[in-house]
């Protein structure tokens, strides 16, 4: 099967909401066929999620998966400072996103972590962005059950990243715009503290 491309920033379908899908849709061959290449796309690339939009498809459809390899490359303390662990594919459709442990008024910051973030619509950049570490998602898998989980950590940003796209939001919205890096000086920092980073980076 060939595989779309992926959309790269600067096209329209990234920049405006994706429509839900409808109820009619659920349980028939369009839309798994839609969901198993969106998988095929994310795992070939290689990510560790992708929305329907980022293969030019206007639809509420995220995947997400992260693996033992895709994280090969860190050490067991910057899995933890990240709170990255893996999870097996998830399909959720026409999600709604709700933050868990919310910060209080009097302590911003609370409740969200900071770390470079890249995209495979912005292929070569990172950048630092800010999260909510603990997030619900709801909605429906492709047969119309209903599907809910709890994410933190990691697994909660990848979630928050791709349910932006459905609202023709890109990571580089939310980022500290002073930290942008490309790939290749990224690495430079992608171990080091983020304190480290924000302070040399002058963010």
Not at 24 to 34: A, I, P, V, W
Not at 70 to 94: D, H, W
Not at 98 to 111: I, Q
Request: aromatic share 4%; proline share 9%; hydrophobic share 45%.
């Amino acid at each position: 099967m060939e595989l779309p491309p992926i959309v790269l920033a600067g096209r329209a379908v990234l920049r405006k909401p994706a429509a839900p899908v409808p109820p009619e849709e659920f349980g028939t061959k369009q839309l798994k066929r839609l969901v198993s290449t969106m998988v095929a796309v994310m795992r070939k690339a290689p990510g560790v999620g992708l929305a329907a939009p980022q293969i030019g498809v206007s639809r509420q459809v995220i995947v997400l998966e992260d693996s033992e390899a895709l994280m090969s490359r860190l050490t067991p303390a910057e899995r933890a400072e990240r709170g990255r662990v893996p999870f097996p594919l998830k399909v959720i459709i026409n999600p709604t996103l709700r933050v868990l442990g919310a910060s209080p008024p009097d302590a911003p910051g609370a409740g969200r972590a900071t770390f470079f973030e890249g995209c495979l619509s912005v292929p070569g950049y990172m950048a630092l962005v800010e999260r909510d570490l603990s997030v619900e998602v709801s909605g429906l898998d492709a047969d119309g059950e209903e599907v809910r989980w709890e994410a933190t950590g990691w697994p909660a940003r990848i979630l928050q990243h791709e349910v932006d796209h459905l609202r023709g939001t890109l990571y580089v919205d939310r980022m500290l715009t002073r930290s942008l890096c490309s790939n290749e000086e990224a690495k430079l920092w992608i171990g080091r503290p983020v304190a480290e980073a924000r302070a040399a980076l002058g963010v």
